[in-house]
């Protein structure tokens, strides 16, 4: 097949040069060490195909299948000798050894730990983009920093990215980094999608203020929105992460709610307005979000890979995308509730004033 041209439209990666694909390719699901994922045949094929469709940007972590991701992903970067073409992150903060709290967390030590680690797995002597994988609530944003920054200048990572961060850390981590001198965030990576808009209230205004481009996990709520479950009587139903992992301490899996139900049923009208599935109407959804440089996507299957592409090449009608809009907005909260169009008025003195900021969406 021949590349495909959106995916190959790349967009810079917040306030840097870097140039990123608007899709990337997420590789939590490179092994079966967990239970679920693709094996490394598969993963191959998953990877070939992505390259071939122009894509340049792959994401794992040291702890994606207990490292297995990592070892995969150098293999197949060696196999196609393209290491120079894609743009590889990888991550750093969960336990590589129960017992040991230094091998764990945002600390000096663990962050050099693991990232000689990850270079070990991936073959390669650098990393593109090195994300802290989650705030910890206990080391020093200022020892973080420090030591991020030195990894840039010692050339073993080339930009810095937070995941899973609040967003007064962030805020603080590049306010600190551009007093110092320090290397800059470049990027954030968050949970992001119609039925987890969260971070529209404090980390997507961060993002577009301070020069930070968001990379979207997991935008179809972990196979939620893929319309791949049904209601039943346990919340949900269905063979994949959701039903096997709904017992799982992990927020991230609990998406059985009725609220998401709703918002399903409004995607998939959505999807059948559209002759489209549910899976692209919500990946085309988040990617054209204020902020968003690019959505990272997950696939045990090749027909998986080609549906997510697939939503590069669709262009949402302004009704459908406020019918998405009104069954998935966030509820109005304190602070929030002052910047509703009628607040507005009371600061504005009723007079006209251009220039909204680009995250600014007044409720209808």
């Known amino acids: 097949m021949a590349a495909n041209a959106s995916l190959s439209r790349y967009a810079l990666l917040g306030r840097s040069g870097l140039r990123v694909s608007p899709i990337c390719l997420g590789t939590m699901t490179f092994g079966t ?36 991701s990592e070892e995969i992903l150098g293999k197949l970067l060696a196999e196609t000798g393209e290491r120079d073409h894609f743009v590889v992150a990888t991550k750093y903060t969960f336990n590589a050894r129960k017992g040991d709290p230094n091998a764990g967390g945002n600390g000096r030590k663990n962050a050099l730990r693991a990232l000689e680690g990850s270079l070990r797995r991936l073959g390669t002597d650098y990393v593109d983009l090195y994300w802290l994988h989650a705030w910890d609530g206990r080391t020093p944003v200022e020892e973080v920093m420090a030591t991020l920054d030195a990894m840039v200048r010692s050339g073993k990572v080339r930009y810095l990215g937070l995941s899973d961060t609040p967003a007064w850390y962030l805020a603080r981590a590049q306010t600190i980094s551009e007093w110092r001198g320090w290397e800059r965030i470049a990027a954030l990576q968050l949970e992001y999608s119609l039925v987890e808009r969260t971070v529209e209230r404090e980390h997507v205004p961060a993002a577009l203020e301070l020069g930070m481009g968001i990379c979207v996990w997991s935008p179809l709520a972990s196979g939620f929105l893929a319309g791949k479950y049904r209601r039943g009587s346990a919340g949900g139903e269905g063979e994949g992460r959701l039903a096997a992992l709904r017992s799982s301490s992990n927020p991230a899996f609990h998406k059985f709610t009725d609220r998401n139900w709703r918002i399903l049923d409004a995607l998939r009208d959505v999807a059948r307005a559209c002759n489209r599935t549910p899976a692209e109407v919500a990946i085309r959804w988040v990617g054209q979000r204020p902020g968003v440089s690019s959505t990272l996507i997950g696939a045990t299957r090749l027909e998986q890979l080609e549906t ?6 669709l262009e949402l009608p302004p009704e459908l995308e406020q019918k998405l809009e009104e069954a998935s907005r966030l509820e109005p909260a304190f602070p929030y509730l002052f910047f509703e169009p009628a607040m507005r008025v009371a600061i504005d003195g009723g007079a006209t004033v251009r220039g909204e900021p680009p995250w600014f969406r007044p409720r209808e």
């Open 308 to 313: 997510n592409l697939a939503a590069l090449d």
């Open 33 to 68: 060490e967990w239970g679920w994922g693709a094996d490394e045949a598969t993963s191959r094929a998953l990877f070939r195909r992505y390259l071939e469709a122009g894509g340049n940007f792959v994401d794992t972590a040291d702890g994606y299948t207990a490292g297995r």
